[in-house]
Structure formats: C-alpha cells, structure tokens
C-alpha cells in the first residue's frame, strides 16, 4: 500500500492546528469566585431546619422565625429574605491568564416555604436569585407550579 507522506504531514498539520484553534477560540472562562453574603436579617439558613416529619402549621414557623417577608396567600407560600449575595467571576484569557474579575447582578438568598390548604407546611427551600421587583413573588409562582420536589427542597 503507498502513503503519501506530504498529504499525510498535511493531514496531520490540519488537525493539531484546528485543535489549537478549538482551544483559543473561546478566548475566556470564566470561573465564579466564592461569594459573600451581607446578611439583611437575623435569621440563618439554619434557622428553617424544621423536621420533614413535624407537620408545623404556619403559625408554629411564625412563632419560631417570626413574621415573614412576604406571604403570598394566593400561592400559599412565605418568604423570609436572609442574604443579599454579591458574587464575582474571574475572567481567564486562554484559560490561564486572568484579565478581570467582574462583579454579578446582586442577589437574594431567601427561604420559601409551601403550605397546604389546611397551612401545614408541605415543603421549603432556601434560594439565591436575582434581587429585583417582584422577584419573590416570581420565584415563588414558579417553585409552587414546577410541582416536582427539588433535590434541595426540604
């Protein structure tokens, strides 16, 4: 069997230099840095540590974490703000050499918690989002109407 051996250097040629090419074109990653909580409220994540079996009424989570944030009756579901969370990412040219370190939109780290129509509570979760108007109300509609338990949901 005869190779040609420039068309075969070629080939090979090609494939290093599109490799190359696959690998620069991105041009930059972009880790997350960890980030800081500013706590906004006395209360901790730890706080909402409620036994999954303990079928606490709304009033029994009032009387032990007080009054909530927001309650929406309509979605039955409360919402206590605990953080306002800044986050940064760290800007890699090439993956390797660090350029910048942008900050993130702020957000929101909140507990929210589900009731049923009798108000036991059926589940909770503690979230980070975006902090905007409306934002716990929007986060609240779509946890209640995605039905399915979060992995995270307590």
Do not use: Q
């Not at 009033?59 to 940064?88: A, H, M, Q, W």
Request: with cysteine.
């Amino acid at each position: 069997m005869y190779v040609n051996f420039k068309s075969k250097g070629a080939f090979v040629a090609a494939c290093v230099l599109c490799a190359a090419a696959l690998t620069i074109w991105p041009g930059c990653a972009t880790p997350p840095l960890p980030a800081s909580r500013k706590p906004i409220s006395s209360l901790k994540g730890t706080d909402f540590a409620f036994p999954k079996d303990a079928h606490l009424s709304r009033l029994d989570i009032v009387s032990k974490v007080g009054e909530p944030d927001e309650y929406f009756s309509d979605l039955r579901v409360s919402c206590y703000k605990l953080n306002r969370v800044t986050r940064r990412r760290l800007v890699l040219l090439f993956g390797v050499l660090p350029i910048a370190a942008p900050r993130d939109a702020d957000s929101l780290e909140f507990a929210m918690i589900e009731f049923d129509e009798y108000d036991k509570m059926l589940r909770l979760v503690i979230k980070i989002n975006t902090d905007y108007p409306g934002a716990l109300r929007y986060s609240a509609k779509r946890w209640v109407t995605k039905g399915a338990t979060d992995p995270h949901d307590h």
